[in-house]
């Protein structure tokens, strides 16, 4: 069964509109941590943001949110107001387990966002 | 702050030959890992090290290598190429044991290996 789920290969959205890229994970670890990257056509894996599985409230930072629904085990990231540099491939990845333990990364398929002014 | 540095950047390499890869962590990060992304099987965990030793391993031949030194800059070899090792290879680092809540993993730029 895969760990990481992004059922959505590809999204158009247009400038300065709010988008969702849908994350679905499975783990029995109750320790675990999600994270999202931003991929663009650079390469670079830039960092956006982390829920850990006992954080009490969503993750946020700056224009990016973490729509974090851990019964449904769901990590959706929610992008406002989006630009055309957010034109770029999207990863979710998991750490099972506590980082002291190891800091290996399962990641979804990646979606693909189009920004179009 | 520095971050993570990966050299080289590109390289081209023919089958059976074997390839280094070098990776400095963020200053201060002593857990370091590598990834493998192919188009095909997308981003691949290779290994990770912590404190110069091997603490995970991914599903990988015995051909990948790696070892970290005491600053913790760390190195991958790939012994005997084949074509299928073209790929993007990524380093990540981070602070362990974590001092807030909040955990990063900060990739490199990455190196573009490609087989010929």
């Known amino acids: 069964a895969q760990k990481i789920t992004q059922t959505q290969p590809g999204m158009f959205v247009q400038e300065k509109e709010a988008v969702t890229l849908d994350c679905t994970y499975d783990?029995?670890?109750?320790?675990?941590?999600l994270f999202w990257y931003k991929q663009p056509s650079s390469g670079e894996m830039i960092f956006l943001i982390y829920q850990g599985s006992y954080d009490q409230q969503n993750a946020t930072e700056g224009r990016y949110s973490l729509n974090f629904q851990k019964a449904r085990k769901s990590a959706n990231l929610v992008i406002s107001a989006s630009q055309l540099g957010d034109s770029a491939m999207y990863f979710c990845a998991m750490r099972e387990g506590t980082n002291n333990a190891g800091n290996m990364l399962t990641f979804g398929g990646g979606t693909r966002l189009m920004v179009k002014p | 702050k520095a971050g993570v540095t990966q050299t080289p950047r590109y390289l081209i390499k023919t089958r059976g030959q074997q390839v280094t890869l070098s990776c400095s962590p963020i200053s201060g990060h002593r857990s370091v890992s590598w990834y493998q992304q192919t188009p095909g099987q997308g981003l691949q965990f290779l290994f990770e090290y912590f404190s110069e030793t091997q603490r995970n391993k991914g599903n990988f031949p015995g051909r990948f290598s790696g070892r970290q030194f005491s600053n913790s800059r760390s190195e991958m070899n790939v012994s005997t190429l084949e074509l299928g090792d073209s790929a993007l290879y990524l380093c990540?680092?981070?602070?362990?044991?974590?001092?807030?809540?909040?955990?990063?993993?900060?990739f490199g730029p990455g190196t573009r290996l490609t087989v010929l």
């Open positions: 990540a680092s981070s602070l362990v044991p974590r001092t807030s809540g909040k955990d990063e993993q900060f």
């Open positions: 783990t029995s670890d109750p320790s675990y941590g």
